[in-house]
């Protein structure tokens, strides 16, 4: 394979010339494979040739027989991930293809067996719903407080936690979204010592806070933290390509057995080179350079936030239990309508990563430079004036504020048999199906939860805002599928 050849647990040396190959043993055999002309007789099909369906395949390099041979004697994965363990201070790491969905589904299949309670954030996301599912766990919900002044989630609080617990006391293990999507910031800390005091694992979905931990002045990341274990994104806020995420975790509550099958279980078998080997490079980038490349960017969201702040009636979060590479403003002290200002910011060439009638989400990552940051601030002030308007009060997103009432399991819901109703006559009954406003793609309605007039008032005027609703069977909403016979089912 390629010339990695210092021990992949040895700190990154600054003046090796060969650069983050030299530390990143996937990223080297990836930049390899180029060197040698295989013409395999493995999988993938295209065999790199590019005259067939063209330049789309050209980076497409598999692990199984092409960073590594099919027997993986190379063992470049394994010490790859070893290296990423030893950063994050985990006892296991598991490079994935699949996103921190596949992530969040292995840690839900690797703590406890089918009928078992967990006690679970309610505004997590929908890749950790169908973890629930897939696993038969049964969800005692934690609400996260709400701020007021943003209406917007904070963390879950730990004496709510020591609450749902209380109720709970058989509950496996705790499972927190953190940050949340806008970049809020919970008491890890405190959340992990409620949980151990009940002698189960702390899991963390933190899908947006792979650069937590590498500087200063960002927070620690979950396992320093104390959390059993976290699953991260690299294609999210480090420069990976999509599909990137690690999974993390330590196995003093957590069955690193179990973990393992969990994870090879829901991965697929074929995994992509690339997305493996640009993992690796951006866990090399961070070792080496993270702290320079983070601290610059801190500084350039700072100076956007400052300068958005003083926008009249633009919000901007901001504060101690903020991510502070997130950049999101509130937009009902303007008037302005969020959505209309999406448009502008997609015709400028700036899409963004979320927007609805009163919040903007920007993702600014190390790929970031001042101008683009620049031309991002002035563009949406120019944006904000031309759709000026009457403020209006902060109302809280669906996302955030539902209040869930249970009617049976969320995997009952999901394989019950099911019936097609109209949305305003589903008042009542028991949904089958998850319904999540996307981004941020938290539900609003899940599987095996009642419809209530207050999800159906927040889905509409969610859909009416513009927002795309997503996962529901008739994308449309003037129908939803529920459970047909509630009676039937076990649970
Ligand atoms: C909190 C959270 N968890 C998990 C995911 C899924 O991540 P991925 O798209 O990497 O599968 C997302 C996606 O936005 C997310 O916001």
Not at 228 to 237: C, I, M, N, R, W
Not at 248 to 275: K, M, Q
Not at 282 to 291: F, H, M, N, S
Not at 368 to 391: F, K, Q, Y
């Amino acid at each position: 394979m390629g010339e990695a050849a210092t021990n992949p647990l040895d700190p990154v040396d600054r003046r090796d010339p060969r650069g983050l190959r030299a530390h990143a043993p996937l990223l080297d055999a990836w930049l390899s494979h180029g060197d040698r002309s295989p013409h395999p007789f493995t999988i993938p099909g295209h065999k790199q040739r590019t005259d067939l369906v063209g330049e789309i395949v050209r980076d497409d390099v598999p692990l199984y027989g092409g960073l590594d041979d099919v027997k993986l004697t190379a063992d470049v994965l394994r010490r790859a991930e070893a290296r990423a363990a030893r950063l994050w201070g985990a006892d296991v790491c598991h490079f994935s293809v699949g996103g921190s969905t596949h992530g969040n589904q292995t840690l839900a299949l690797a703590v406890g067996r089918p009928g078992d309670r967990v006690i679970v954030q309610r505004t997590l996301h929908r890749s950790m719903l169908l973890g629930l599912v897939l696993a038969g766990l049964e969800p005692v919900w934690v609400a996260p407080a709400l701020d007021d002044r943003w209406g917007m989630p904070r963390g879950v609080d730990p004496e709510a936690l020591a609450v749902a617990l209380r109720s709970a006391p058989d509950a496996k293990a705790v499972f927190v979204t953190d940050p949340s999507y806008v970049g809020t910031v919970g008491r890890l800390r405190e959340l992990a010592d409620v949980a151990h005091a009940h002698g189960i694992p702390l899991v963390v979905d933190a899908a947006w806070a792979a650069h937590f931990g590498w500087h200063p002045d960002l927070p620690g990341h979950a396992l320093a933290l104390g959390a059993d274990a976290l699953v991260t994104s690299a294609h999210k806020t480090l420069p990976a390509w999509s599909q990137a995420a690690i999974v993390l975790a330590r196995v003093e509550r957590i069955d690193a057995a179990r973990l393992d099958a969990a994870f090879e279980a829901t991965h697929t078998t074929s995994p992509a080179g690339a997305i493996l080997a640009s993992t690796d490079a951006a866990v090399a980038l961070l070792e080496r350079d993270g702290t320079a490349l983070l601290g610059r960017l801190i500084d350039l969201v700072a100076d956007a936030r400052q300068a958005l702040a003083g926008v009249e009636g633009l919000v901007v979060l901001d504060g101690p239990d903020v991510d502070p590479v997130k950049l999101v403003a509130l937009l009902a002290g303007t008037g302005a309508d969020g959505v209309a200002v999406e448009r502008g910011l997609i015709e400028a060439g700036l899409p963004v990563e979320m927007a609805d009638r009163d919040t903007i989400v920007a993702l600014a990552t190390l790929a970031d430079d001042t101008s683009s940051i620049a031309r991002l601030v002035t563009t949406l002030t120019a944006l904000v004036e031309r759709h000026r308007g009457a403020p209006r009060p902060t109302v809280p997103a669906a996302s955030w504020s539902v209040v869930p009432v249970r009617g049976c399991s969320p995997r009952d819901a999901f394989f019950a048999p099911r019936e097609r109703v109209r949305l305003a006559a589903a008042v009542g009954r028991v949904s089958a199906e998850l319904v999540a406003p996307y981004p941020p793609g938290v539900p609003v309605l899940a599987p095996g939860e009642v419809v209530t007039e207050q999800v159906v008032a927040a889905l509409e005027s969610a859909r009416a805002a513009g927002v795309r609703i997503a996962y529901a069977a008739d994308p449309g909403l003037a129908t939803l599928d529920l459970v047909a016979d509630t009676q039937a089912i076990s649970r």
